[in-house]
């Protein structure tokens, strides 16, 4: 399931670089195995997830949800001076690319593929009708509204940006909520449940800074 994001070069070189970092990571949490055990295998394969888990699954949509925000973080960047826009960007970029690099590189050491034929969500129980134009799963922005981004400047480009991740937060929040409560392994257990807690938070920083400018989500 490989998302038809246009990508600027500045995140394809940070997720390039926050992969080999999160797989050099992710290694050194491997645990092998003694030889008096007998395995020829390690045990990071022995315990992988299997590729319909609720594990893998979080992992392979949360990345591609991942990747929108990095991009729509990248645009405002560049559409406005405003500092607070920017510093929120900036958080956003870091935290999400970051994330990203963790779960890719989980994948590759379970030896799971990191696309997959199942409609998405369906590791959630369900499945969802993507909107079309782009937006693949609840919450991703379609490619009209990327491009009425890219055009806007100033107080325009921060209203659409705070509008577009708002509703990204929100989407990408229930399914971290619903891989914190079921997910196999305790990495993504974790991991979610903290995805929860920021962006929930950045959601209600959201909400006072469209407030500011005088709309809402």
Known sequence: MTPAVRSSRPMVAAGGAVLLLALGLVALMVVRPSSSAGSTGSAASAAAPSDTSVDAGFA????????????????????????????????????????????????????????????????????????????????????????????????????????????????????????????GTEEIRNLAAGMVRGQQSEIALMADMLEERGSTA
């Open 60 to 183: 392979r949509d949360m990345s591609i949800h991942h990747q929108q925000a990095v991009e729509m973080s990248f645009i405002v960047r560049d559409r406005t001076s405003d500092v607070a826009v920017r510093r929120l960007a900036y958080d956003i970029i870091n935290t999400q690319a970051n994330q990203r690099g963790m779960m890719l590189g989980w994948l590759e050491m379970w030896g799971r593929p990191k696309s997959s034929g199942a409609p998405p969500m369906a590791w959630m129980g369900h499945t969802v009708a993507p909107r079309g134009d782009g937006s693949l799963m609840p919450g991703m922005a379609t490619d009209t509204e990327l491009d009425a981004l890219r055009s806007a400047k100033g107080r325009d480009a921060e209203v659409r940006y705070l509008k577009l991740m708002t509703a990204h937060h929100r989407a990408g929040a229930e399914m971290a909520q619903a891989a914190a409560d079921v997910a």
